[in-house]
């Protein structure tokens, strides 16, 4: 999905990046570089750099000052990605019991490591009555 960076700004990272776009995209407020460094606890720095990368990779448009926006491309993958944590917390939480703060860490986690085939079994058992 994205092409290497460096050692600080990996797959996982990048996808929680695009996770937290797609929530402010949906819910109609600006994605601001500062909201990202406030919601992500990182630095402005940082931020920089995955807007960078992100821009590279035709996901987001951005211009230094100016919100971003994500396009069609990095919206369905924001979409994956909130689908994903959305299935892997709510198999935690209901199937397993776990507390709901930390079935969201630990959702925050499994989204980036299953499969989309992995994910839909998911779904399938969580409708299963």
């Known amino acids: 999905m994205f092409s290497m960076l460096n050692n600080l700004m990996n797959k996982e990272n990048l996808e929680e990046y695009m996770e937290l776009f797609y929530q402010l995209d949906q819910s109609g407020e600006k994605i601001r570089t500062k909201t990202i460094a406030d919601e992500l606890k990182t630095t402005k720095g ?21 919100d971003i926006k994500l396009t069609t491309k990095g919206r369905e993958i924001g979409k994956k990605i909130k ?11 209901k199937k397993l019991g776990v507390d709901p703060k930390q079935a969201h860490r630990e959702a925050c986690k499994i989204e980036h490591a299953l499969s989309g085939s992995t994910i839909n079994k998911l779904a399938r058992f969580l409708n299963e009555k």
Do not use: G, M, R, W
């Open 46 to 66: 940082n931020v920089s750099q995955a807007l960078t990368k992100l821009k590279k990779d035709k996901l987001i448009e951005y211009a230094p000052y100016q």
């Open 83 to 93: 689908h994903n944590h959305e299935i892997s917390e709510e198999f935690l939480i």
